[in-house]
């Protein structure tokens, strides 16, 4: 049994073939798919599959970086109404991006900082998107969290340092696709990150996994990178799917 615990599964890119792709995950043992917010026009179909779907379909709900710009303040304002009005598993997917566009980088560590209240405030686990911008995020969290605060370092790509401050704040660590890139350099780190600080996520429809690299993402990949973990902790897969699958339900226990 697997747990994704980062899937876009109600994007776009699965309006023609959602349900049949849900099945496809539950079919490779997949039997859970955490669904992480991007911004407030993605509510409705984000519930909508959770309706269609529940109990393997679980909503999560925050603002996502790359959605933080000049009405920043008018869309955290929904989130937040969202997310006081209705049971979401964490607050998540939040950060930051200095990726795209610095611009609003500024507005990005303020929504950044409202949503990690949030989280302390409700006691729900963060998600954290923090592309070329990790270093910025393991320093906001590292001054803003409480005790009780954890969650998940989304997609993670850093260095065995960077994982070890994720880890001494209380967090964990995202593995996806990328892992099995094989000029990536993950491999080396995750080699030195104790599993049982490791979850599984896809960031579906995005970085699908070899054999899949440039295709569509899909929560039925994951057992593709659960053995390319389970290769790189010598370890066999079944004990790859009991540890993370068991660490995914501690973090989201709460919810």
């Known amino acids: 049994m697997f747990i994704d615990t980062h899937t876009h599964i109600y994007a776009e890119k699965f309006d023609e073939d959602r349900d049949a792709c ?10 859970k798919l955490y669904m ?5 026009k993605y509510i409705k179909v984000m519930r909508q599959t959770e309706a269609a779907h529940p109990d393997v379909c679980i909503p999560m709900m ?5 959605s933080v710009g000049a009405n920043y303040t008018e869309e955290l304002a929904i989130i937040h109404e969202e997310l006081v ?3 979401y598993a964490a607050v998540g997917e939040v950060g930051l991006d200095y990726y795209w566009s610095r ?12 949503q990690i209240r949030w989280a302390n405030d409700a006691s729900l686990p963060l998600i954290i998107h923090s592309r070329d911008s990790l270093d910025d995020c393991i320093d906001m969290v590292r001054d803003h ?3 009780s605060l954890s969650g998940i370092f989304h997609c993670f790509s850093g260095t065995v340092q960077q994982a070890e401050a994720i880890i001494d704040l209380g967090f964990y660590i995202g593995i996806g696709g990328v892992v099995t890139f094989k000029n990536s350099g993950l491999g080396e780190v995750v080699k030195q990150i104790s599993l049982d600080r490791i979850v599984l996520e896809t960031d579906a429809p995005y970085l699908a996994p070899h054999p899949f690299r440039g295709k569509r993402n899909e929560p039925k990949f994951i057992p593709l990178i659960a053995e390319k973990i389970a290769e790189l902790h010598q370890l066999p897969v079944a004990e790859v799917a009991s540890i993370t699958t068991a ?4 973090i989201f226990l709460k919810s």
């Not at 925050?62 to 790359?66: E, F, K, Q, R, V």
């Open 22 to 31: 849900i099945r496809a995950a539950l079919d490779a043992g997949v039997t």
């Open 36 to 40: 992480p917010n991007i911004d407030s």
């Open 62 to 66: 925050g603002l996502h970086p790359c």
């Open 85 to 87: 009005s209705h049971d």
């Open 103 to 114: 611009e609003f980088e500024q507005q990005q560590q303020d929504a950044f900082l409202q």
């Open 145 to 147: 969290k409480t005790d």
């Open 247 to 250: 660490t995914a339900e501690a």
